[in-house]
């Protein structure tokens, strides 16, 4: 538990609601000033605290997204070093960041990539990672980034929209290591999917290539399974902002092949790293 954190939190409520106690004691000096009669001076001091109780019950809270209920604020970090290139990569992948409902997000930007690079590979992994009853809609994929981008519509550079640093003045170029940064949607309480008897989690990915600088996606854990899936993707999918007429070519890494030999010999994944 970061008690930093908290700490700074809690101290930003206790001084917005003594300010809000000092409003009201300015009020009531001031209107005896005036005998009770005048204008009086209409300081909402309710409203002030209302409002410093929702900053703290809104503002951030890294690390953990919960699995049962909306926690408002509450947001985590995906970061990997390598990007897999293909479907034997890819299960490992979900092994490894699947078990929480940012894994979800990020393996579907995941597999956009390789799909992107090899189409029945990449369509291996969308099946993997949606849940059972969710069709995505392959079509939109096949139009958005089945393509080279010389039509004027389809946006091979879709799937680097949803990683930290990427922006159109940079032709979506991301950082490295990846980031995948994600937050629950306050507004969403989470709802029950009786066919998973779990609850549906609602999320928004960062994203530079939109104006809100959000996107929306639903995942789900069914009871029973080791692992998050994606129920929702259509925010992802969806077109973004072309990159700038004068930002540099993204040139992508490493080969996508479909057995690498390399794989059979690795040393186990990296620790999943969730920020703090």
């Not at 001091?45 to 951030?60: D, M, R, S």
């Not at 409902?101 to 099946?127: S, T």
């Not at 290591?177 to 989470?190: A, E, F, L, W």
Request: proline share 5%; with cysteine.
């Amino acid at each position: 538990m970061n008690f930093k954190k908290i700490f700074g939190s809690a101290l930003c409520a206790a001084t917005l609601i003594s300010s809000a106690f000092i409003a009201t004691t300015a009020e009531d000096n001031i209107w005896d000033s005036l005998g009770g009669s005048g204008g009086r001076v209409n300081v909402n001091t309710g409203q002030l605290i209302n409002k410093a109780i929702n900053a703290v019950e809104t503002a951030p809270k890294h690390g953990k997204i919960d699995h049962n209920k909306l926690v408002k604020g509450q947001c985590a970090t995906v970061t990997f070093e390598k990007m897999p290139r293909n479907f034997a990569e890819f299960e490992k992948f979900q092994a490894q960041y699947c078990t929480e409902p940012q894994g979800a997000v990020a393996a579907f930007i995941v597999a956009m990539n390789i799909y992107l690079h090899d189409k029945d590979e990449g369509k291996r992994c969308f099946d993997a990672v949606a849940y059972k009853s969710y069709v995505i809609d392959m079509s939109l994929i096949k139009d958005k980034i089945g393509r080279d981008g010389s039509d004027g519509y389809s946006q091979p550079f879709l799937p680097r929209a949803f990683f930290r640093g990427a922006t159109p003045r940079n032709g979506y170029a991301p950082e490295k290591p990846y980031k995948v940064d994600v937050s629950v949607n306050n507004g969403r309480p989470y709802q029950r999917l009786s066919s998973a008897q779990a609850p549906v989690i609602y999320l928004n990915v960062k994203t530079k290539g939109t104006d809100s600088g959000m996107r929306g996606v639903e995942v789900v854990k069914p009871k029973g399974k080791d692992y998050f899936y994606v129920l929702n993707v259509a925010g992802l999918i969806s077109q973004v902002k072309f990159p700038d007429d004068d930002a540099p070519e993204y040139v992508d890494e490493g080969q996508y092949d479909r057995e690498p030999a390399e794989m059979q010999d690795e040393a186990a994944p990296e620790e999943a790293q969730t920020e703090q």
